[in-house]
């Protein structure tokens, strides 16, 4: 598997697991958990995304669950997670509307938080979750640099920021953001054509790419002769469809991330074979043209 530097001291996996639908599973348990790190492991797969609202606020913690259960496991992983969100949950009963929240005292609320429910000594990669509309960069933009200085954060970055959110932030940091978290993939193909992508490259930096399948729509709403050309190349690849797609990500030179979810182990090894897919110009082209519905002016 690929390993891309984003910053001194922290490479990830070309492929990243998210562990946002961790919760979801029925079976919750700490070997579970670990079956599916030790899937991802044996593809290559090092890199964990978290954040701290997932599966209402228990992914990370049935993440620190399964770390506990083996030494070693942790220093095999990298683990990117989020801050910033505030959900709607039982466990918060007095807020009365979901929010973003990119203050100080929040970030090292959060941070502290996933720490503990994580057990773990330092986050590798921190990313803001969503821009904030009442974001005071100088503000969050002081308390990200503390983190890295406080070594609490290796490395940070955000997610779903549009070029200008990211420019701003940044224009009030000593440290590098190094990447970009975006909605990317065959069912949400926009950052490939409104500049979001070519920021990213102009800057060196590598984006990952969240629900890179469209969180399973892929597989039931594409529109069918996208999924008939992605079995065929796969076909003609010896990969499975899924493969195709997300090698149609990393096809790209800005570098992509793909950041996968599915919650079966036995999926994992398939999908890190798009590591081995070639997809020339014209069928990359012409995926891009079965997911939007029409060809290129
Ligand atoms: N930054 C953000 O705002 C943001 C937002 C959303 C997600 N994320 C990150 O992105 C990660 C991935 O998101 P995602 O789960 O939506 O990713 P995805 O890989 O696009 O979708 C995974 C979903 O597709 C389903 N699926 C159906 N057939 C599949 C097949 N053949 N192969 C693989 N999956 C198949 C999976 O079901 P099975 O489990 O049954 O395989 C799972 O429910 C999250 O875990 C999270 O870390 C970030």
Redesign the pocket.
Known sequence: MERVELAEGLTLSRIVY????LAEDPDRSPARVRAKIEACLAAGITSI???DV?GDHESQALLGAALAEDAGLRARLEIVT?CGVMAMTPRFPLRRVKHYDTSAGHIAVSVDGSLAAMGIEQIDLL?V??PDPLMDHMETGRALDDLVAGGKVRAVGV??FRPHDFALLQSAMETPLVTN?I?L?LMAPAGFLNGELAFLQERGLPPMA???????R??STAPVGLWAALRRVGAEQGV?A?AVALAWLLRHPAGILP??????PE?IAG?ADAMTVQIDRETWFELLALATGSEVA
């Open positions: 998210g562990m946002w639908r995304d978290q954040a997932y989020k990313l979750h969503r997610s779903n978290q909605e993939g969240w629900s890179p399948l469209g969180g399973g892929l597989f499975d899924a950041v996968i979810g599915t919650g079966r999926r999908l």
